[in-house]
C-alpha cells in the first residue's frame, strides 16, 4: 500500500489466502493423522474453507478491477517504485513453482483433494508473481506507471478461474 501498487495489494492479499489455504489443509491433515476428526468433518471443514478462499479470490479480483481500471482512468495514486517489493516477488517467483510442484507429488501420494486444491493455490501464486513482478520493474525501470494497473488486470482471469473452482471444490475430485 505505501507503494501505491494495486498489483502488489493484489500479490499480498492472494498471499494471505495461500497460507490460509496452508493452514486449512495442514489443520486437517494434522487432525487426520491423529485421530480427531472424522471423513465427513474434515470433509465439512474443507469445504468451508474452499468456499472462504473462493470468495476471497472473487472478492480479490473484482478490487483489482476497480481500482485498476481507476488508476488507469487517472484516478489514483501511480505506483511508487519498490525495491523490497521487487525482491519479494522475485524470490515468490523462484519458490512457488518448486513448492507447487512439491504440493502436487504430496497430493498425488496421499490421494489428497485438500493437498492437490493448496497445490493449485500455490501454482496461481507464482503467476501472481511474475504479472507483479513485471508491472514493478517496469515501473521502476522505465517509469511505466500504468504497468502496475495493467499488470494487477492480467491476473484477473487466472483470480476469477481459481475462485470459482475453490467456490466449487473442483480441485477436491482431481486424483
Known amino acids: 500500500m505505501l507503494a501505491s501498487s494495486v498489483a502488489l495489494v493484489g500479490f499480498g492479499i492472494d498471499s494471505f489466502v495461500e497460507t490460509a489455504s496452508g493452514a486449512v489443509v495442514g489443520w486437517r491433515l494434522h487432525s487426520e ?3 480427531h476428526a472424522d471423513e465427513a468433518s474434515a470433509e465439512a471443514l474443507e469445504r468451508r474453507a474452499g468456499r472462504i478462499a473462493g470468495v476471497l479470490l472473487l472478492g480479490l479480483a473484482f478490487y483489482i478491477i476497480v481500482d485498476a481500471s481507476r488508476r488507469l482512468l487517472g484516478f489514483g495514486a501511480e505506483a ?3 525495491r523490497l ?3 519479494v516477488t522475485a524470490i515468490s517467483a523462484v519458490i512457488m513453482p518448486i513448492l507447487g510442484w512439491a504440493k502436487l507429488h504430496t497430493a498425488a501420494a496421499l490421494h489428497s483433494g485438500a493437498v492437490r486444491a ?4 500455490t501454482i496461481a501464486c507464482f503467476w501472481l508473481s511474475l504479472t507483479t513482478l513485471a508491472g514493478l520493474v ?3 525501470t522505465l517509469g511505466w506507471w ?8 492480467a491476473i484477473i482471469p487466472l483470480l476469477v478461474r481459481e475462485g470459482f473452482e475453490a467456490w466449487r471444490g473442483e ?3 482431481q486424483q
Not at 493448496?118 to 493455490?121: G, N, S, T
Open 33 to 35: 493423522l491423529r485421530g
Open 138 to 140: 517496469l515501473n521502476s
Open 85 to 87: 517489493a521487487i525482491v
Open 118 to 121: 493448496d497445490a493449485y493455490e
Open 80 to 82: 511508487q517504485e519498490s
Open 171 to 173: 480441485h477436491d475430485d
Open 146 to 153: 500504468w504497468a502496475d494497473p495493467l499488470a494487477a488486470l
